[in-house]
């Protein structure tokens, strides 16, 4: 297993001699409000969901979805979060040539790979804060089989508009081209209508999108994902490559009662917006360049080498993407979280900087 993301808060605390809960995370993009008190509270009355074999076909969390977004409930596929899905498509797809974004999110790729798939790769440009131009339009052509497409993008946080999405659409139509579309931090975004794809199932049968409750509703260790497919032959396919109860039904409740929770929605989305223009302000200020971004978390760059390391010491975990392909080691990514814990990582930086 490929140790390749953040989150690894054990390895730190391990070589500092300390609890792991005492090291602030900001290596991952996760919700700073935990888990809903919603949630919470229905996780601690239904424990006894444990003992029993969850539905395999998540029916009530389907439901829950195909409201909650106006999807049709035929097209949801739920997994074992996004990952699962990604593997899963790529096993029954087995994709000889693939597209993806660099920077993007690591696991496209490395499934890919799984399977032997040759991997092509649209290069972002860092002299326009890693926006797709028109010319990627180019890269789509008939000996693709899939593309891979992460919006709001990780780790740069951009977003891709709807109107150039369709163009992208078309083509991939027109070719017969698999396009996946990331949407796991749209529910971040606060016009999700503009980028969304969405409403564009059903019209394109190439079309396939993901989505899970790791990020927005803070459920990393519970593992709840699903896909949303314009072909059902496909959704099929996937389907039939799952283990036997992919889902516990403890995941499968937590997914409903989260849904349902408009207030934790609101909560979260005020929070993300005050708490980024705050950490962007200090760390333009303390001399880091911060790229615009539409999601929980900021890419900045660093006049300071070896910055991870030195905020390990104190006890403080970012994410360095210098094993992005497209940035460098001066790149580094931190997730929103807490006023309180954002300024410690702001005071932390002003000691290393002063």
Not at 274 to 300: K, M, N, V
């Amino acid at each position: 297993m490929h140790l390749i993301h953040g989150g690894d808060v054990f390895s730190l605390a391990e070589k500092l001699g300390c609890d792991d809960k005492k090291i602030i995370d900001f290596s991952v993009n996760i919700n700073p409000l935990g888990l809903a008190p919603s949630v919470r509270t229905a996780l601690a009355q239904n424990l006894d969901l444990a003992v029993q074999y969850p539905d395999p076909l998540c029916r009530k969390l389907t439901e829950a979805i195909s409201d909650h977004y106006g999807l049709l409930k035929e097209s949801i596929l739920c997994g074992n979060g996004a990952a699962d899905l990604i593997f899963r498509l790529v096993y029954v797809c087995k994709p000889k040539r693939a597209l993806i974004l660099a920077p993007t999110f690591a696991e496209y790729a490395l499934a890919m790979e799984q399977v032997g798939c040759e991997v092509v790769a649209y290069n972002l440009k860092e002299n326009n804060n890693f926006n797709i131009q028109e010319d990627f339009l180019e890269m789509l052509t008939p000996d693709l089989d899939m593309m891979w497409l992460c919006n709001p993008n990780n780790p740069t946080g951009q977003l891709t508009s709807r109107t150039f999405l369709i163009k992208v659409l078309e083509k991939c139509e027109t070719f017969n081209i698999k396009l996946i579309v990331d949407e796991c931090f749209m529910d971040f975004v606060e016009t999700p209508e503009k980028y969304s794809l969405l409403a564009e199932l059903g019209n394109y049968k190439c079309l396939v999108i993901l989505k899970a409750f790791t990020k927005f509703y803070a459920m990393a260790g519970l593992r709840l994902g699903y896909g949303c497919f314009s072909d059902l032959e496909l959704k099929k396919a996937v389907q039939q490559a799952a283990q036997p109860w992919s889902v516990s039904g403890i995941a499968q409740l937590a997914g409903i009662v989260a849904l349902n929770d408009d207030e934790y929605a609101k909560e979260t989305k005020a929070l993300i917006r005050r708490e980024y223009d705050y950490i962007q302000e200090h760390l333009t200020r303390l001399g880091f360049y911060c790229y615009p971004s539409a999601a929980d978390y900021i890419l900045f760059k660093s006049p300071i080498k070896g910055l991870k390391e030195m905020l390990m010491e104190k006890g403080i975990l970012i994410r360095h993407c210098g094993n992005y392909a497209g940035l460098t080691d001066l790149h580094y990514r931190i997730g929103i979280k807490s006023h309180e814990q954002n300024q410690l990582l702001i005071e932390a930086l002003e000691q290393l900087k002063y």
